[in-house]
């Protein structure tokens, strides 16, 4: 089953994505104990996913992928290796959850493992805009992505930790250097109505100041930016660091325990929509952020792809 016009492909192994215990320790504290006994009920009523298969036939017969329980706001995952038809064993497990929010992405890059049981997907949602998740789905997806094409991924992500972001919050910038790209990069958008030029770097390395007071420290408020960091490792670039604004929020119960929902900004670019993720938090009570706030903290970030994007009329 070879795509030969799928994404780029990067096989690492498995044990470069990390452990999935700190996942399960989000939704108890402990996992080890309990998580057995979760994916026991999971089977009895289990659901199997075809994501982009368009029939049974185009699935990895080699891979089971079953959610579970049915009807359940968290979904655990189950990849399974199977042989003949007959199950072997679980080749690693997972918890998931839905979002209603929809982004349009190309599939840039895929890192996976040797036995396709689990990937990082690198989505390039246009404009230079790029965010790496985990892709819940890619044990029954990996053989249909497909480059250049559009797919509507719904984006959605686990917090480890999340923190209001002070009220005027400010760094002081006082490196000369720091301070000259910062004048520079702001005179120059200011020109261009705001929108990067193509030659920008050249443009920056160009400035000079007009005054002594192009010179002075810069004071930066920081407490109204929205900002995205990719974990740096091979394989991990799922776990994220992210300042965002809260512009919803819910909830959900999973095994009696309510989990708190925050619909947050992850990437804000100018003449752009903004890019909204779902953040589950396990550890966050009801009333320990509001709409309008903003937060920061690290993030596991999941993708769940189903379909083509397709273009409204």
């Known amino acids: 089953m070879h795509n030969h016009n799928s994404p780029e492909i990067i096989r690492i192994d498995e044990q470069n994505f990390g452990s999935h215990v700190e996942h399960w320790s989000l939704l108890d504290e402990d996992a080890c104990a309990v998580v057995p006994s979760w994916l ?9 996913p075809m994501g982009l298969c368009a029939q049974e036939s185009d699935m990895d017969p080699t891979t089971w992928l079953i959610q579970g329980p049915q009807h359940s706001a968290v979904m655990l995952n189950q990849v399974i290796d199977v042989v003949e038809h007959k199950p072997q064993a679980v080749k690693t497990a997972f918890p998931s959850f839905s979002s209603p929010y929809k982004i349009k992405a190309t599939v ?82 200011s020109a261009h109505q705001g929108i990067a030029p193509d030659n920008l770097q050249e443009l920056i390395d160009a400035w000079q100041p007009k005054s ?95 379909q083509p994007h397709i273009n409204k009329a």
């Open 108 to 189: 840039q890059r895929i890192i996976c493992s040797q036995s396709n049981s689990q990937a990082v997907l690198q989505l390039n949602l246009g404009a230079n805009a790029v965010v790496y998740a985990f892709d819940t789905l890619y044990s029954v997806n990996h053989t249909q992505y497909q480059k250049q094409q559009d797919y509507a991924v719904q984006l959605n992500a686990w917090a480890y930790d999340l923190e209001k972001v002070a009220d005027h919050e400010q760094i002081v910038v006082d490196d000369a250097a720091s301070i000259k790209h910062h004048r520079a990069l702001n005179d120059i958008l």
């Open 40 to 48: 026991g009920q999971a089977l009895n009523a289990p659901i199997m």
């Open 212 to 306: 002594a007071q192009d010179l002075e420290p810069v004071t930066v408020d920081f407490s109204k930016m929205v900002a995205y960091l990719y974990g740096e490792t091979l394989g991990q670039e799922d776990e994220a660091w992210f300042q965002g604004k809260i512009v919803g929020i819910s909830s959900m119960k999973f095994m009696e325990k309510d989990i708190q929902l925050y619909d947050v900004t992850l990437m804000l670019e100018q003449n752009q929509p903004a890019i909204l993720v779902r953040v589950a938090a396990p550890n966050a009570t009801a009333q320990q952020f509001a709409i309008g706030q903003y937060i920061r903290g690290n993030i596991w970030i999941q993708a769940e792809i189903h």
